[in-house]
Every structure is written in C-alpha cells, then in structure tokens.
C-alpha cells in the first residue's frame, strides 16, 4: 500500500469552493483509497492505496471532486519522500534569524522554466524571498505572507505552471501524518 498526500488549491477560501472535509474525505473512500485522513479545512488529504500512478489518481480525483461538488480544484498528489526532501533542502530553515511562521512552500505540479524563474525572481518584492528547487519553491514572507503581493496566482502566472502553497506547520504535520 502507497501513502500519499493530496494538496486542493483554493478550496474553502473567502466563501468560494466549500466543500467540508467530512464529505471529503467520504469521497476519498467511495474511491476506494483507504485511511484516509484530513488536516484542516484548506484541502490537505492524506490515504492510501495500491495504485502507483500519481497523474492517474490526480485526473481520477479531480472528476471525482468535480461530479461530486460541481467545481473544478487543481489538485496535486505528492508522496511523503517529496514532503521530507522539502523540509531538508528549505534554504530559510537553516537561517535562525528568520521567523518559521513565515516560511512557506508553493508546491509546483512540475519544473518552471529558466526564462519564467528568473521572470519571477528578478521581479520587486519588498522583503520576499524565493529559492527554487526542482518543483519546489521555497518562500519567506519577511512581512506575512497576507499582506505579500507575491499569491499563488502570480506565482503561476510567471512561472507557468501550477501551484499550491502550504506554511511551514501544514507541511511537517503532513508529513507526521503520512509517517503514522
């Protein structure tokens, strides 16, 4: 049995794409993935099951979220190696200086190119900073990531690609999570 752990991007916000976790989660299982868990109320799903192919159960989730709640959510499917290779390469967790509360990662459903990166970078920020591994992007909000100009959205927008985020304490609970 695999163990993964299912990110919803943009549910559960402002009042738009509400879907409570409970009915959530009783679809998951009428899928057929099993130990199925949730972690609080912005679409974090961690389950289990035989089938090995991550695009496969990404479009099966998505249709299933679609018939189910009559919305489309981008979706994406990681496992809890990619979560700990995450905490381990973040370059602002090594800094002491930083606060963890604002530490974010913006997980990427593949690599940006180059050109659309350094789009991205170069780009002023007032105080933010980014690092950018394979489909990771690591993130500092110096000033809180609410009052940041730097969303998702325009993080998709200039890499071109899509993109959900997490902070610091959603990602390592996740990973206990997947662990138990």
Do not use: C
């Amino acid at each position: 049995m695999n163990t993964y752990i299912a990110l919803l991007r943009g549910i559960n916000v402002s009042g738009h794409k509400i879907i409570k976790m409970a009915e959530l989660k009783k679809m998951f299982e009428n899928l057929g993935f099993q130990n199925v868990r949730t972690y609080i109320q912005s679409g974090n799903l961690v389950f289990e099951t035989n089938e090995t192919a991550i695009p496969k159960l990404e479009k099966s989730i998505r249709k299933a979220i679609e018939n189910t709640f009559g919305f489309d959510v981008h979706i994406q499917i990681l496992i809890p190696d990619e979560i700990h290779k995450a905490l381990e390469m973040s370059p602002f967790l090594r800094d002491n200086s930083l606060d963890i509360k604002q530490h974010y990662f913006v997980f990427l459903n593949e690599i940006p190119s180059e050109e659309n990166w350094n789009i991205l970078k170069n780009m002023e920020l007032k105080g933010e900073q980014m690092a950018l591994a394979d489909k990771i992007l690591f993130v500092y909000y110096a000033n809180g990531a609410g009052k940041s100009k730097l969303t998702t959205n325009l993080i998709e927008s200039k890499l071109k690609v899509a993109a959900t985020a997490r902070n610091l304490n959603t990602t390592k609970k996740l990973l206990e999570i997947a662990s138990d």
